[in-house]
């Protein structure tokens, strides 16, 4: 997979399917990140999100029949790839890096 940078947004997700197992629906996904974010989030800008990091390779996506939902709708788990786990470990490094030496700097600016 070709270097390519996450969005905040897309970053947020993919660290909500971690964070849940590796594998999850939109539904507990929209519940996780309003829990940890603090902010009201669309279940229709999620899946549109996992579709797009699916098609970049990020993410599979498996029907599972026997998880139907309150809607009788058939459940799509997604599931991180390899890459998406190196791309999340790569981001982390880079923020953490670009942090680094600045908690004086901040503390200052009060």
Sequence with gaps: MAKENLGEFEHQLLLAVL?????????????ELEERTGREVA????????????????LTSRLDDHAVGETGRVR???KLTPGAVDCLRETRR????????????????R
């Excluded at 964070?19 to 519940?31: C, I, K, Q």
């Design 19 to 31: 964070r849940l197992g590796g594998e999850a629906y939109s539904v507990p996904l929209v519940l």
């Design 43 to 58: 279940q229709a800008a999620v899946f549109i999100a996992l579709r797009r990091l699916e098609a970049r390779g990020l």
């Design 76 to 78: 799509r788990y997604f």
């Design 94 to 109: 880079a923020l953490v890096r670009l942090w680094e030496g600045l908690d004086g700097i901040l503390d200052g600016a």
